[in-house]
């Protein structure tokens, strides 16, 4: 099991700030992750960058149990 981590929309949108997900790679988990949290997750992370242990992956990566995949959606502010 992985643990994902899920900040401001991605966060908002799946309810939860984190949750352990099976996958073989990193896109295996996202794809877990929209399955369980529907349309609005799915579109908020269509817009986000997603980590891995800290560093910028793509959804190829392989995971091992322990790993943490983090969904970082753009922020905007400011006036």
């Not at 981590?5 to 295996?28: I, K, Y």
């Amino acid at each position: 099991m992985v643990t994902l981590r899920l900040f401001a929309q991605a966060r908002e949108a799946a309810g939860t700030r984190s949750v352990e997900l099976p996958g073989e790679t990193v896109g295996d988990v996202l794809d877990e992750a929209c399955h369980r949290f529907g349309a609005t997750f799915t579109a908020v992370l269509d817009g986000s960058k997603v980590w891995l242990n800290g560093s910028p992956v793509d959804r190829t990566q392989p995971v091992t149990t322990g790993d943490e995949v983090a969904v970082l959606p753009p922020v905007s502010g400011g006036a």
